[in-house]
């Protein structure tokens, strides 16, 4: 497959733990976030976004945290599973949404 | 099935050739973008579209043109690739009028630039 990032941080869990991914956000305009999921030699894959109104949205096994004051987002997956290991980027997206601005990206190791 | 579909997956070209990577959408949506990606710089925005005739600049457009004559087709043309435009480029589609729209992606093309 595709390497994505030679150099990315990385976040090693145990099968079953939860897993916290970090982001900071460049942007104090950028109103609306969201984390992608990219698998090797894919393309990534929306897994949950957030609107700047908001700072805390949940979904399956998923949840995003939004602090604006710090400028930070949070990705949370509970009882990671080997399928989640990928690399994860945290996106914004200002001037109404059409410009979306990309993380460097973590890249999560599930331990079996 | 919803998809967005780009060609070539690969290719390899000299520098100053011109080329054209193909994007195509079935979703009939207003939004499309171009993505490079390089190690450690994550996706950097080239191109976006809200629709068909209605381009602009994204944060890395030098080198690189666009056009959109039909809401399916987004093509990314390379007038005279350079060596430091060799990547890994994604297309993106997405539904317009509200912001928060879920963006698709294309496989991705790995293009070489020698």
């Known amino acids: 497959g595709e390497s994505v990032g030679l150099h990315l941080p990385t976040l090693s869990v145990q099968e079953g733990d939860n897993s916290i991914i970090n982001c900071a956000y460049s942007n104090s305009a950028s109103d609306y976030f969201i984390w992608y999921k990219q698998e090797s030699g894919k393309g990534p894959q929306f897994i949950i976004d957030i609107r700047s109104n908001m700072d805390k949205r949940q979904g399956q096994r998923v949840t995003v945290l939004l602090n604006k004051t710090v400028k930070h987002l949070s990705l949370q997956i509970a009882a990671t599973q080997p399928g989640d290991s990928a690399v994860y980027f945290c996106a914004e997206n200002l001037g109404g949404g059409f410009k979306t601005i990309f993380g460097a990206g973590t890249r999560l190791f599930v331990k079996a | ?114």
């Open chain 2, 1 to 114: 099935e919803a998809q967005v579909t780009q060609n070539p997956r690969y290719l390899i070209t000299v520098t100053g050739k011109k080329l054209t990577v193909t994007c195509s959408q079935n979703m009939n949506h207003e939004y499309m973008s171009w993505y490079r990606q390089d190690p450690g710089l994550g996706l950097r925005q080239i191109y976006y579209s809200m629709n068909v005739e209605v381009t602009d600049k994204g944060d890395v457009p030098e080198g690189y043109k666009v056009s959109r004559k039909e809401k399916r087709n987004f093509p990314l043309i390379l007038e005279s690739p350079s060596p430091n435009q060799t990547s890994l480029y994604f297309c993106a589609s997405r539904a317009g009028g509200a912001l928060d729209t879920e963006a698709f992606f294309g496989q991705g093309t790995r293009l070489t630039v020698v």
